[in-house]
């Protein structure tokens, strides 16, 4: 049986040690560093130096450039890209113009937001493809579904709104235990 060299797995001796090179504002090396929040690159030098950065690039990527497609607000063209909130419409001549557009339109569902009476519930889709309904009056108003609303109140309870589930129409309520059979 062979023996196993310990000092390849010297904690001062590690492969990705210096992989993420030196600090920009100290010249100390750099290290995934943990918190709270989840790992992030930092520096060594810290408490003296306070730099650090995102362990993952979360920078916006374009996919396609949209020929003949300008934009609306400076003419430049339009492209297809890739952003932490998953796929979207936007100009190429970012920074300068923030333009966006949403790939797929949000669909209105014609029912009142329960919570701040006065928005409507949109679908969505989340950054992994995931349906739900958010009042579009969002930020001031944060009212999410995770399920199909029906504009029908609860006759149980009264919450304005009822929702579809599991072939069945329940209240969205977490006291209220209505359902029926949808039909």
């Not at 557009?101 to 919570?115: A, F, G, L, M, R």
């Not at 950054?127 to 609303?149: E, W």
Request: net charge positive; aromatic share 10%; charged share 25%.
């Amino acid at each position: 049986m062979s023996k196993i060299d310990h000092s390849l797995f010297s904690a001062h001796e590690h492969a990705l040690e210096d992989a993420f090179g030196d600090c920009p504002d100290c010249g100390k090396p750099l290290h995934i560093k943990n918190s709270k929040s989840g790992p992030f690159i930092g520096c060594t030098g810290y408490p003296d130096c306070h730099f650090s950065k995102p362990l993952h690039d979360k920078q916006t990527t374009l996919l396609k450039v949209l020929d003949g497609v300008s934009c609306p607000e400076c003419d430049s063209t339009l492209a297809i890209k890739k952003g932490r909130f998953g796929m979207f419409i936007g100009c190429t001549n970012f920074p300068e113009c923030h333009y966006i557009s949403p790939i797929k339109q949000q669909e209105d569902t014609h029912v009142i937001c329960p919570k701040c009476k006065k928005g409507q519930l949109t679908s969505r889709t989340n950054k992994y493809g995931k349906q739900f309904f958010a009042c579009d009056h969002y930020p001031h108003c944060r009212y999410v579904l995770n399920f199909t609303p029906v504009n029908e109140a609860c006759p149980d309870c009264g919450w304005t709104v009822l929702i579809k589930k599991k072939g069945q129409i329940c209240c969205p309520q977490p006291g209220c235990g209505f359902k029926k059979d949808d039909k």
